[in-house]
């Protein structure tokens, strides 16, 4: 048995004694926005958590067949302070999000409002439409 292996081999041994990973990933994981999909008979509604979205501008939302694709920026503004702790998401991010089926094109509803994006879905009984980008509208607060 080589190095490497006795060493994995040990790794396990810790990581099973004190019931989790001994060693932490080494790699940093990559952020992008929280989401949540709910499902009705016909109906998908997606909410994004997307806190410091300055403007609506600042994200773009693309829907095709069964996937949603966001695009965009978020910048948490706080002037004279410097960051202690980072758990909240913002900066540049793009994120695919698959859904449990194809959806139509058209109608889509999409708002923002209080930090989160809310986009309503229907499902679409055929597959034969292009990509279409979606107008998000701001709720104004």
Not at 80 to 101: T, V
């Amino acid at each position: 048995m080589d190095t490497w292996s006795k060493m994995m081999e040990w790794k396990q041994v810790a990581d099973k004694y004190m019931n989790q990973s001994f060693f932490p990933d080494s790699q940093p994981k990559k952020q992008s926005p929280q989401v949540n999909i709910y499902e009705s008979d016909n109906e998908l509604l997606c909410l994004i958590s997307l806190p410091g979205l300055n403007n609506v501008d600042d994200v773009e939302v693309y829907v095709y067949k069964s996937s949603v694709k966001l695009i965009g920026n978020t910048s948490l503004q706080t002037h004279g302070m410097s960051l202690k702790q980072d758990e909240i998401f913002q900066g540049r991010f793009e994120r695919e999000i698959s859904l449990p089926y194809s959806v139509r094109e058209d109608p889509i509803d999409a708002y923002y409002q209080k930090g989160v994006l809310y986009i309503r879905l229907y499902r679409l009984l055929t597959d034969d439409r292009p990509k279409k980008k979606v107008q998000i509208k701001d709720s104004g607060e």
